[in-house]
């Protein structure tokens, strides 16, 4: 095993560990793009390079917009309702 | 129960089935040593039996076509379950609300990156036979352009360009036609999801036979389905920013 | 060292149920059943992976080549993009739970106690 692999693995541990340990939404939601990129290095590191652009292109638009809309309609919904 | 209860139960369990994990995957070939035939027997055949180049495209939508529809049948469902979460919210009750980004530059930088995202969509799909490509990642990147849009200009615009009026048939269309063609072959007399095309020459765009025509049918059904999902989450997202919701949380 | 990437499938899927079990907010623990998927397709890629293999493309290299296992990775590629569109309707439930209890904290919603 190539020593690119090693350190490929162990950015993907530290990833998901902060992925989950994080607790404010929004950062949680950067940090899975973040995330997302380091299994994209990890995919090309194992010889997957279409496996690697479905996860590149989800990670980088997919998972961000749909995350940002969901927390953003939860602020929407806090700031409107009646005190 | 509480908290600390409930995690320290979680933890006491995770030890078990981590400790059963482990031990089952210290049992598999070793990392590097890929044991069973049939990954060696496909990448033989992808060249000369289908002329594909890339051989994980020929998989998807030849040799396991049958999965990938399966897949596709999935996403629309999703899809179709998000337009009708959010079915309350009305597009017409959106048509005024502008949410719009006051700097040219940006806009400007925006309709130009959407266009180039286009045409890159359009070449990730087209050449899905022969790079890294096919029909899921174009069809993401589809969708995404539209999007640029919206981040970059208004959503006025987006709103223009993107209506579930085009999205919703563009993701009908897309997995109805990947039926559709795998139908086709009846015609044929070949089993379903045959090839009844000429397969073309290696290497060019052309090639595959009937495996690229169920490529761009799925693009657009993974198109059209990140549009409506993309669609409704804006949409609801502009209705409670701007109080045309109807529900409010007492 | 060679079952390290089964290791790390193993560790990622264990962590993201970490986040499962211990979340507060319902749109957390959508997050973290992505990070259990992804656990998943690690251990697919692990498992078809062959030493000095490279990736199974053949436009500019001979098929004799050794290639890694395609079959895998077409079912990895397809997963990861409609694992995104479960998670949208994961995260669409949760806005309508909001709506409804004005919580996101799964503990505090009643019909989910237990």
């Not at chain 2, 919210?89 to 995202?117: P, S, Y």
């Not at chain 2, 999007?147 to 993107?162: D, G, I, K, M, Q």
């Not at chain 3, 899927?13 to 319902?26: A, D, K, Q």
């Not at chain 3, 290639?67 to 949760?94: E, G, K």
Request: proline share 3%; with cysteine.
């Amino acid at each position: 095993m190539i020593p690119l692999q090693s350190v490929a693995i162990l950015f993907v541990a530290l990833g998901a560990l902060c992925v989950v340990l994080a607790r404010d939404l929004v950062r949680q939601a950067l940090l899975l793009s973040i995330y997302g990129f380091s299994l994209v290095v990890l995919f090309v590191v194992f010889q997957a390079p279409d496996v690697a652009l479905s996860a590149l292109v989800v990670s980088g638009i997919a998972y961000p917009v749909v995350l940002v809309g969901a927390i953003a309609r939860v602020a929407a919904i806090r700031k409107r309702r009646p005190r | 129960m509480t908290r600390s209860m409930r995690i320290g139960l979680f933890l006491a369990g995770a030890a078990g089935v981590g400790f059963l994990l482990v031990w089952g995957v210290l049992d598999l070939p070793t990392f590097g040593h890929y044991a069973g035939p049939y990954g060696d027997i496909v990448s033989k055949l992808t060249e000369p039996q289908r002329h594909i180049a890339n051989a994980v495209t020929a998989i998807v939508f030849d040799y396991r076509g049958f999965d990938t529809m399966g897949e596709e049948l999935i996403l629309f469902s999703a899809a179709s379950a998000v337009a009708m979460l959010f079915r309350e919210t009305r597009e017409a009750d959106t048509k005024d609300i502008v949410d719009a980004v006051r700097a040219d530059a940006v806009n400007g930088l925006g309709v130009l990156a959407a266009i180039v995202t286009l045409l890159l969509a359009f070449d990730v799909v087209a050449h899905g036979f022969v790079t890294p490509g096919g029909g899921f990642q174009g069809g993401v990147v589809f969708a995404a352009a539209f999007v640029f849009v919206y981040f970059t200009c208004e959503y006025h615009a987006y709103l223009r360009l993107a209506t579930t009026k085009f999205a919703e048939p563009l993701e009908s269309f897309g997995a109805g036609s990947f039926v559709g063609l795998g139908m086709i072959a009846f015609a044929f007399g070949l089993a379903f999801m045959g090839n009844f095309i000429d397969y073309g020459v290696t290497g060019r765009i052309r090639s595959g036979g009937s495996a690229a025509l169920v490529n761009w049918s799925s693009a657009l059904a993974v198109a059209g389905g990140f549009m409506v999902i993309f669609s409704e989450y804006l949409k609801d997202n502009m209705a409670a920013r701007y109080g045309r919701t109807k529900k409010v949380v007492q | 060292m060679s079952v390290l990437p089964y290791l790390l499938a193993v560790f990622v899927f264990l962590v993201g149920l970490y986040g499962i079990v211990s979340s507060r907010n319902l749109i957390h623990i959508a997050v973290c059943v992505s990070v259990c998927q992804s656990g998943t397709y690690i251990l697919l890629l692990a498992i078809g992976y062959k030493t000095h293999g490279t990736a199974p493309i053949f436009g500019d290299i001979p098929s004799s080549r050794k290639v890694v296992d395609p079959v895998v990775q077409s079912l990895t590629l397809t997963d990861i993009v409609v694992a995104v569109a479960v998670s949208a309707l994961i995260l669409a439930f949760a806005l309508k739970a909001y709506e409804h209890e004005g919580t996101l904290d799964p503990h505090e919603i009643v019909e989910m106690k237990g």
